[in-house]
């Protein structure tokens, strides 16, 4: 079992910077890839960035140029750090583990970018 908990969400205006954290716990030894994923109300899930054990990145076209994953892997921590938030980009924000029967979740983190 593994146990994600995220932090960083708040509310933040046009432009600012937030980084979310996601910190893992339990059998963390079967994670390799990570990923946050969000969800604004009304819409479907999507993918925000997926990050493998290797440090190979990827990013929705969205928050490209934007967003940046990393993980430290000493920590057990995956980060996301955004930068030029837009109004858009309010959503409770998914920290996720994939696994081959479909993956970890945590509980989410609310980030709201007021105009």
């Known amino acids: 079992q593994v146990r994600l908990v995220e932090s960083g969400g708040g509310l933040v205006q046009a432009g600012g910077s937030l980084r979310l954290t996601c910190l893992a716990s339990g059998s963390i030894f079967s994670i390799n890839a990570m990923g946050w994923y969000r969800q604004a109300p009304g819409k479907q899930r999507e993918l925000v960035a997926t990050i493998t054990g290797g440090g190979n990145t990827n990013y929705g076209d969205s928050v490209k140029g934007r967003f940046t994953i990393s993980r430290d892997n000493g920590k057990n921590t995956v980060y996301l750090q955004m930068n030029s938030l837009k109004p858009e980009d309010t959503a409770v924000y998914y920290c996720?583990?994939?696994?081959?029967?479909?993956?970890?979740w945590g509980q989410g983190t609310q980030v709201t970018v007021s105009s």
């Open positions: 996720n583990a994939p696994q081959s029967w479909g993956g970890y």
